[in-house]
């Protein structure tokens, strides 16, 4: 109660410089404020054309869009859940635009910001949501790994795999995926701990979204989590999780130290979950509106249009036209949705082993026996 | 043209039942958009708008506010006619709309994945597939052998189509069929040092019948059945009970006091057994009644010496010894007939079989070598040896191998008899009562201990005088002990 | 070539081998390294392999299981050590939420060709946590198999069978036999990782072991022999899947089956053979299936282990109330 209470009186400073509930925030890396001011920082630049800037606001808004259309199809009931990502996609697409061809991802459940800047199809994460199978995508072509619903697993993973490329000489990084909530896990630890004393090429990307559901991040720690970095012996960086400059130059940089054998990095992307946890969650019940209202005014897309309109690199009609593919796309996820056939039944005995064995191969026969058994065929 | 569209509540959390209508944002005759909010509404686990699926005209709004309506029950109509809604997807779907049926006759399609409404009834089936049908069906395949015929119910014995092959890899062939392979060698053919003889099938019956035919005495194994897969039924073991009856037709325990035995155990082993050795060895039997005195003395003599404290020294000791003695001389009485191999095995060493009662019935442990036997360890061997087989604790082994056998009918307080050949065997001796009889000694008609031995043995290897001349030494021996210095 | 080997001998030998045969094979494990593992199963291998073979991981189970997981994913064959069967429980949620489910979530796209090595029993008089059977655990999870090696030959095939498969691999280890000896082929023909196995037999009941209690079950039949009792055991080796046509088959003759495990009866790898015994061989059953175990109890102070864990006399009893039905 008396967390809540204080977290929502404190105003806010200096805009985008830290958390307005959190009083006493440090310093965090921003290249852009929410005004869509270019501003630098000390120890961490971004050289960025026009293109890729045009692309990222491209990015940003057709990743939101997507994200609008799969909350109305859960509305509609044609998802039986769906994790938003609304106000994180500049912490996603500017971490998912830091990775290589040859790095790997490995994501919590939300991070359909970083799928799409991976090629991964939205109908394919859509797929899981929908119920259909647990996410149609292939994750070593994608270089992204399956969501994983497990709080933290995925990091012990992330940093399994690093030592592959370890052991491979690969010349590749791996990025891992977490929340705040994550933190708190011990697997989350074990693997700060694994990687650090291994050296394994991997970079820890927590995006602190302020809340665990509905539990705040004084819960989970009462230091700033980039802080706990020192703690395990790498390097942790707070970045503007709202900014995808800053997000893209920070991830890069530290991708780039894992590659060269400088070990893990911790970047904590400050960022705020604008919407539910998921479309079964209703935020009100441990969040106040005026929270909400401060950190639209740091809203990730809105300063990087800023930022393109003001300086002249993008003009009405590339917003506009942005806005129509947003509108495609959409307009392609829900059919592709409606358009998605409900699996085979036989499905949930195909792939639990590489070689099935028999005792499942005849609970599998039982199965197609019993269902064709009754009148108008198989289910 | 009007093409009505309904929109169901659907369950807009994970698993509600039911929501309050709180608010519509739309009304009768508005023109509505793809997502755009129509109503707002209040479930139990949050309150959140619900956007359109459809493009079109409300033509009706099927609930006030502040109804709760069941998830799943239609809130409202909306008239997608002329192009409505054609630059969505929804329409062009068809199958998967919220609240249309499906073909495959699942309950509607509920909007979201909350509980499904479902019926109290079966679904139909197709002829012949019930669960009921399957479970008459023969569950074992009619001749079963070992190891290799899983009586298995038949929705599981079709394999299903699901190929997986081997996979090699470091050498190791691994891999559903590689195993099934070897599965099918390791229970075929368990280690030799492992496994004896694998005994037959068990009768198939349910545990109540298998009660009733043990109540009534009724050996499973001699009764067929007429169930499914051969499995036999209450009617089965009632038909045998008839058969076997009397004529009479007495039921077992009634007041003519006939008592049925069930034929198990040693007793049928016996049975068996005996039939087959009484019918595949021509017997032959001699006997001679012999003057044992001097050989009761010498028992009581070395029942006195040290080397015997503790052992039983008992006149069938000195029986077995004077065999084991005759048995040297006369190599082929200690052999064996192998039919298959059309060859006469004189064995190398006596195992000397005797033949013991018990309450079991009649079990005949060998000593293994006895030839190589001391006296005293002879006496010990034997007195171990008829303890065990009456505690019916013989084990498998010590009955297995005998090469000749004794049997003491004496015990019993007969004179002799005809014994037959333990099965693989050659010779059998029985060894009748010694008693107190007038006999010609030294001239005079004097009392003397005299018992009658009676030997059978298989005509095939053994022909009369060979039979006759061992006979004779055993009963020469037990007449005077000390002929054993001139063997 | 034929040598006498113990079964931590002999899972020294399959592990080497395995580590010449596949240079994608790792081991992974607390102390496995320089100090060859707490029952010395890894002895000599960091030496001979290098230590980004022969991993000496941080002290976290959770991060062995953990790891091997995105190992797996980038094409290696890691071996895990845990070192006792009371320690698995930190890495459980990894083994049962990832290690098993990840192929199926896939769709088949990424194998998980883990195997966990775990020391399980008791018997050795050790502390809490040092002598558990959590077999039933893992056996009743899709996605896992679960096997458990009684025999030196068995240890030294199976851990190189179990690299090589596809699929995860709980392998349990009978630590309490670590020391007994018997000949192994090394050059020979090894059985089926996946087979259970007729060990001795007999038509009078057949008992079900694996692990450490097949010894305890020879032991039995060998006595019942004395008694004029001829058991058929059988080692089922495999615990998922389970191989239960040998089952079958010797049932069907003796009438009368008994399952031994260290392990508490209660919903323990006794009860589904129970209940797959008389689906399958109903008509054929003289007696109930009877199960020994261990009782519904933590495992106990070593004191009182011996009371604990099923023995000759409590296997001997299970037959004769079979027997008297």
Known sequence: MTALSHTTEVVDPVPGAGAPHLPGQPPLVQLLTPEG??????????????EELRALYRDLVLVRRWDVEATALQRQGELGIWASLLGQEAAQVGAGRALTAADMAFPTYREHGVAWARGVDPLQVISLFRGVDAGGWDPVATGFNLYTVVIGAQTLHATGYAMGVQRDGAESAVLAFLGDGATSQGEVNEAMIWASSLSAPVVFFCQNNQYAISVPIERQSRVPLYQRAAGFGFPGVRVDGNDVLAVLAVTRAALAAAREGQGPTFIEAFTYRMGAHTTSDDP??????????EWKLRDPIARVKAYLSRSGIADADFFAAVDAEGDELAARIRKGTLDMADPAGTEIFDHVYAEMPPTLAAQRAEFVDYHASFEGGAH | MADLRQFKLPDVGEGLTEGEILSWLVAVGDTVTVNQPLCEVETAKAAVELPSPYAGTVTELLYEAGTTVDVGSPIITIDVGGDGGGSTSAESTGSGLIGETNANGRTAVLVGYGPRTTEARRRPRRSGTSAAARATAPQVPAEADHGSAPERPPLLATAPDVTVKPVRHGGLEIGRAAE?????DVAAAPSSAAAPGRGALRPLAKPPVRKYAKDLG???ATVSGTGPGGVITRADVDAARGATSTPTGALPGSSTGEQRIPIKGVRKHTAAAMVSSAFTAPHVTEFLTVDVTRAMKLRDRLAARPEFAGVKVSPLLLVAKAVLLAAQRHPMVNSSWDEAAQEIVVHGQVNLGIAAATPRGLVVPNVKDAGRLSLPELATALTELTGTARAGRTAPADMTGGTITITNVGVFGVDTGTPILNPGESAILAFGAVRAMPWVHKGKVVPRQVTTLGLSFDHRIIDGELGSRFLADVGALLHDP?????F | M?????????????LRRALEDDPKVVLMGEDIGRLGGVFRITDGLQKDFGDDRVVDTPLAEAGIVGTAVGLAMRGYRPVCEIQFDGFVFPAYNQIVTQVAKIHARSRGRLSMPIVIRIPFGGGIGAVEHHSESPEAYFAHTAGLKVVAVSTPADAYWGIQQAIAHPDPIVFLEPKRRYWEKAAVDLDGEPPPLFGSRVVRGGDDVTVLAYGPMVKTALQAA?????EGRSLEVIDLRTISPLDLDPVFASVRRTGRCVVVHEAPVTLGLGAEIAARVTETCFHSLEAPVLRVGGYDTPYP??????????????????VDRSMGF
């Open chain 1, 37 to 50: 001011e270019r501003v630098e920082h000390p120890d961490h630049s971004i050289d960025i054309g026009d």
């Open chain 1, 284 to 293: 009100t019940r441990y969040r106040l509106a005026s929270e909400l209202e």
């Open chain 2, 180 to 184: 099934a392979h070897s599965t099918r």
């Open chain 2, 218 to 220: 009724i050996d499973l």
């Open chain 2, 482 to 486: 000390g002929v054993a210095l001139a």
């Open chain 3, 2 to 14: 034929t040598e006498t080997l113990t079964i931590g001998k002999a899972l020294n030998l399959g």
């Open chain 3, 222 to 226: 060998e006595a019942a022999a004395e």
């Open chain 3, 301 to 318: 102070p070593s004191k009182l282990e011996e009371e604990y864990l099923p023995d000759l006399d409590r296997v001997l009893d299970a």
